[in-house]
């Protein structure tokens, strides 16, 4: 890979507009400029800007696909808006950010500049539970899909948190996972899954 030296993975750039070559070169300088340490996932906004999490230093930053500096906000903790190694992010169609708050075990809701609008979940296996929360994207009715890592599962939600089903169990079957990390949902509804640990993607249907 180009950027393999550079200890850079990025994940999540969905865009007409992103010119691969020239942006993401523009971004991996950025990164160092910026010190984004351990960059996790990137998103875009309706704006065109790059939101991109850092699960060492507990915060989100914006750039511009030119590597320009937008803001950034974030900090560690436990508390309301605070995060401990944010994962995937994913904006909702109102342009509001969901963060999975992965050490944290919860889902956390922002503006995108950082403003705390609700959260839910908490560390466990019941519904609504989390251990891990991992990947997560927001569907074109803005429900939220979660990767549940360490159990073994996907859960939705609606766009405040209220659980709406869940799937998935621990294996190598069919329908089982072994430490899924990402998750996407198609115009259709359909849903896919990286399923990392069994080295494939599951699609299900709506």
């Known amino acids: 890979s180009k950027y393999q030296d550079d200890g850079l993975v990025i994940l999540g750039v969905h865009s007409p507009e992103f010119d ?17 340490t351990w960059p996790v996932a990137m998103v875009r906004d309706g704006e065109n800007n790059l939101y991109v999490s850092d ?3 507990d915060r989100i930053t914006a ?3 030119a590597g320009e500096f937008v803001g950034k906000w974030g900090e560690s903790g436990n508390g309301v808006g605070q995060l401990d190694h944010p994962a995937g992010i994913a904006f909702d169609p109102n342009d509001d950010m969901y963060v999975a708050d992965a050490l944290n075990h919860r889902i956390q809701k922002f503006t995108k500049d950082g403003k705390f609008l609700l959260k839910w979940g908490e560390h466990g296996t019941g519904d609504g539970q989390f251990n891990m929360p ?10 939220v899909y979660v990767v549940d890592w360490r159990n073994d599962r996907v859960q939705k939600f609606t766009a405040e948190g209220d659980f709406i089903f869940s799937f998935g169990t621990s294996g190598t079957g069919n329908g089982e996972f072994n430490r899924p990390s990402g998750v996407a949902v198609d115009l259709d509804g359909d849903i896919y899954v990286a399923d990392l640990g ?9």
């Open 55 to 57: 699960e060492a230093l």
């Open 20 to 36: 691969f070559e020239k942006d993401l070169d523009n971004v991996v300088e950025a990164t160092k400029k910026f010190n984004i």
């Open 63 to 65: 750039l511009t696909t």
């Open 198 to 206: 069994n080295n494939r993607v599951q699609m299900f249907t709506a």
């Open 134 to 143: 991992w990947g997560i994207t927001v569907d074109e009715l803005g429900d």
